[in-house]
């Protein structure tokens, strides 16, 4: 069932690791040679056997104009995207509250007023809404 799939992709990628146990092949030899050429696999359980039956931790196996590429060691290549990723939401998220070096939220755009808990007094975010009400029930002061 997998193979019309994989022989109709441009790329794959696995990921199914069993910790402390060999990697099940998902991939065989034959779906890749079915796989047009150009195509790439990404098999990031190569490290514990792989996905795919061609794959070899850290080398990229060419077959049939096909690259398979075993990854080794996934996780340590993580940490670093996910800092580049979240720097990157986050200058986005300042670009809609700085203009022209002067803090001017764009409060027409959707995700400045989601992310504003108060303006001008006025409580805007809903659950923060919802726990003064309930604080205020509970004869606590406002804050």
């Known amino acids: 069932m997998i193979a019309a799939e994989v022989a109709s992709a441009d790329a ?4 199914a ?10 991939v065989t030899a034959a779906m890749v040679q079915a796989m047009a050429g150009g ?3 990404v098999d990031m359980a190569a490290d514990s056997g792989g996905n ?10 060419v077959t049939n104009d096909v ?6 060691n996934p996780p340590a ?3 670093t995207h996910a800092s580049f990723l979240y720097a990157r939401n986050i200058t986005n998220f300042l670009g809609l509250l700085v203009s022209e070096g002067q ?8 995700i400045v007023t989601g992310s504003c808990v108060t303006r001008d007094g006025e409580v805007l975010n809903a659950p923060a809404r919802e726990l003064i009400g309930a604080s205020q029930a509970s004869g606590e002061e406002k804050p």
């Not at 794959?12 to 990921?15: A, D, G, M």
């Not at 690259?67 to 080794?72: E, L």
């Not at 803090?103 to 959707?110: A, I, N, Q, S, V």
């Open 39 to 41: 195509s790439v696999v």
């Open 103 to 110: 803090l001017r939220p764009d409060f027409e755009d959707e």
């Open 77 to 79: 290549g993580m940490p």
């Open 52 to 61: 795919c039956e061609l794959s070899e931790p850290g080398v990229d196996v």
């Open 67 to 72: 690259v398979v590429h075993g990854m080794s």
């Open 12 to 15: 794959v990628i696995t990921t």
């Open 17 to 26: 690791a069993i910790p402390g146990r060999k990697a099940p092949i998902l």
